[in-house]
């Protein structure tokens, strides 16, 4: 029998049109979902449960009193969490800290607005771990983010917390944001399909700064429609942006119905992280998406080399520094987790400098690569060079072996936060274990709707809809 949370968000908005299910329908249904089934996953930090329902009764109101139901946001009533590392007014917001534990939100971040104009419901806030700067995320303030194929293993990070979500069913959508990996990682150990858009699709403002241009929010969903009806909605250029994408053409939803014709893919193997080996069931994976791209009539080459291990020195720099941006209260460095601290006693020793000469470098060896890259419309790599691992496997070793760790676990996702470019996780395959192991493919700047139609493609080939772990029906 087919359940609420069975239902894609986009078939949940139409059903919200129709009539066949109210907004307090499935606001009931996820809460009591996150009140039974949260403890085993630790998907949420904070659940906004009086305000989810007070939000539904409007929702349901508006639909009862439209003269067309059809003139309705895109995705008016559909129940959405937003992460903890963005600001909603009036709601909790810790930063994955203790140090922010008690802290409210005093604004909505635009794509926070963005959301409730397109007539979400907030579910309440998804877990993160500390400034959003660790692969896994397993904060102080709330449990462990855990995959739900396998709680004993980690969801990933920074958006763990909305991964699991939306892979137990206690969300049908999530929003994330990525840093340096921060959707498609968890997107991968989850099996869901995640997408980071390309530097200035969204807005990271009013509050958060965009400095560097590393990280972006992105759509976490269970289908590629889904990823992309949201990436139209949280889409946008707000005033004081320093970055502006390209121009879409057309909606991101219409790309996910249109072939996306016969196109030349680069693939690669080959970490850019040094000593790193990649798992055989990660190899597998990439192996098995090659072979797929190639039965679907496409080009598949290999990648020339073009972001090499010398940049990793360069993005730890901007990384160390990154995790000095979010002001901690004199007094309050005790409350910081051992990595934090590192990575911020990193970032405070290097010198202005040192900072630049890092961007510099960076942007250098990205006007070499984008001429070779270019000529692709799509290029592949395994999302992570390891299958999902066991909680603590990461925050529980010393910050130094911790960071070696991180870098080993996800060589293959920050380089695309370095160049801006769009890239995705696909969740094509399992191992025997049981556990997923996602694909990433990666396109030309402002090239999301080449993406999504590929995306689109590859699920028809091989659908994963159908793959719910165990608490899916707990």
Known sequence: MTQIHDLSATRMAAAVRTGEVSPVELADHYLARIERLDEQVGAYATVTAERAREEARRAEKAVLEAADPAELPPLHGVPVPIKDLNMVNGVRMTFGSAVYADLTGFADDHVVAKLAAAGTVLLGKTASPEFGLPCYTEGAVSPPARTPWDPSRSAGGSSGGAAAAVASGLAPIAQGSDGGGSIRIPSSVCGLFGIKPTRGRISQGPVIPDLFGLSTNGPIARTVRDAALMLDVMAGHMPGDLYRAPEADGPFLARAGRAPGRLRIARSLRPPVPDVEVHPDCAAAYEDASALLEELGHEVVELPEVLGSDLVPHFATLWGVMATMTPVPEGSEELLQPLTRWLRGYGEKTTAPQLFQAHAALQGALR???????????????????????????????????????????????????????????????????????????????????????????????????????????
């Open 368 to 474: 070499a690569a984008f001429p070779v890259m270019d000529e692709f419309d799509a290029i592949l790599h395994p999302t992570l060079a390891m299958p999902p691992v066991p909680v603590g496997y990461f925050h529980g070793q010393e910050p130094e072996e911790n960071f070696r760790r991180q870098t080993h676990f996800t060589p293959f996702c920050a380089m695309y936060n370095i160049s801006g470019q769009p890239a995705v996780n696909v969740p094509l395959h399992w191992n025997a274990d049981g556990l997923p192991i996602g694909v990433m493919l990666a396109g030309r700047l402002g090239g999301e709707g080449t993406l999504i139609s590929l995306s689109a493609q590859l699920e028809e080939a091989r659908p994963w809809i159908g793959r719910k772990p165990p608490v899916w029906t707990a």
